[in-house]
């Protein structure tokens, strides 16, 4: 089983890093979009998630992941992605193995990036 897990955790971490790079390229209303999820989701499912059981926590993982791809479906990519990104953050910390930890680590940077962002305001008319 932990063999899995490990795998699970390589697999995960690869995932992100191709996330990683379509965040970076994205426009600033698609990242505002990214960004603007993990602010109003990340807290709740934190906490959600880590008081779960694991039945629990599969439930929260499954309906997260139902959610990714009803968004993904709607053409609504850059909430799918921080929706993801919360997934793989809180799916990384109950993983074990060195992969688990690097993935960790960036999405906790991440997250922490998204929370501190501000989204710039259109300059308002001066007349």
């Known amino acids: 089983m932990n063999l899995w897990r490990e795998a699970r955790a390589n697999v995960l971490r690869k995932r992100y890093e ?3 790079r379509r ?15 993990v602010k109003s989701s990340f807290g709740f499912l934190s906490r959600r998630y ?3 059981s694991s039945a629990e926590r599969k ?10 791809h009803q968004l993904s479906d709607s053409g609504d990519w850059p909430r799918a992605l921080g929706l993801t990104i919360i997934v793989l953050n809180l799916e990384a910390g109950h993983l074990p ?9 960036a999405t906790d940077a991440f997250l922490k990036e998204a929370m501190a962002y501000f989204e710039p305001q259109p300059l308002k008319d001066a007349g």
């Open 59 to 68: 439930e929260v993982l499954k309906h997260a992941s139902k959610t990714i």
């Open 97 to 105: 193995g060195n992969d688990a930890a690097v993935l960790k680590e």
């Open 18 to 20: 191709g996330l990683r």
């Open 50 to 52: 880590a008081s779960a």
């Open 23 to 37: 965040i970076a390229a994205a426009d600033p209303a698609a990242k505002a979009a990214c960004f603007g999820v």
